[in-house]
């Protein structure tokens, strides 16, 4: 493709949505059959965006159900996920404006680029400080399973819910009892 546009190869594609919407389109037009791959490129995109916001919107209704957890928003579970989905699509209206790229490149590069790795350095060092140091290592190679689930059944509910008891370590020595 550099040849064919007469260009250094690091000025055919960057990274970030240029690559996906411009250079790689670009490319497929040099393609035999070129409308096809087209076809089947873009129609890969729409799956893997529907995909993706199924899990996202699943992910957060059913985290929402589960901390409220009374029987009014389990009987209202299909009006929380729509709302949360209307919610989703307001949030998402700026970025289909002029300056919606502008928008999109800067969540890009600052919601999830080097602040998600200093959260998730800053989430390990509370784990550890949290749990202490022997209970944290053991939990993540799971020798002497440092956590114990106790689960019994709730009576009084229609779905017949399981409640999940955690018990750490006491002292750091040892498991918890049954």
Not at 38 to 43: A, K
Not at 88 to 94: A, D, K, R, S, T
Request: proline letters at 4%.
């Amino acid at each position: 493709m550099a040849s064919h546009l007469g260009v250094d190869v690091s000025n055919v594609a960057d990274h970030g949505p240029g690559l996906a919407f411009v250079a790689y389109p670009e490319a497929l037009t040099l393609l035999p059959i070129s409308p096809l791959w087209s076809i089947l490129f873009f129609f890969m995109l729409i799956l893997l965006g529907l995909g993706t916001q199924f899990c996202l919107l699943e992910t957060l209704v059913t985290a929402i159900v589960d901390e409220v957890g009374n029987d009014w928003i389990i009987h209202w579970k299909t009006f929380v996920t729509l709302g949360v989905a209307v919610v989703g699509f307001l949030l998402g209206v700026p970025l289909t404006t002029q300056a919606g790229i502008y928008w999109l490149l800067l969540m890009d590069d600052y919601a999830a680029s080097f602040s998600l790795v200093v959260i998730s350095c800053i989430m390990c060092v509370s784990i550890m400080y949290i749990y202490g140091k022997y209970s944290a290592c053991c939990m993540i190679i799971s020798f002497g399973q440092p956590v114990v689930f106790r689960a019994k059944q709730h009576s009084g509910t229609k779905q017949g819910r399981v409640h999940v008891t955690f018990l750490p370590f006491r002292n750091g020595q040892g498991r918890a009892g049954l």
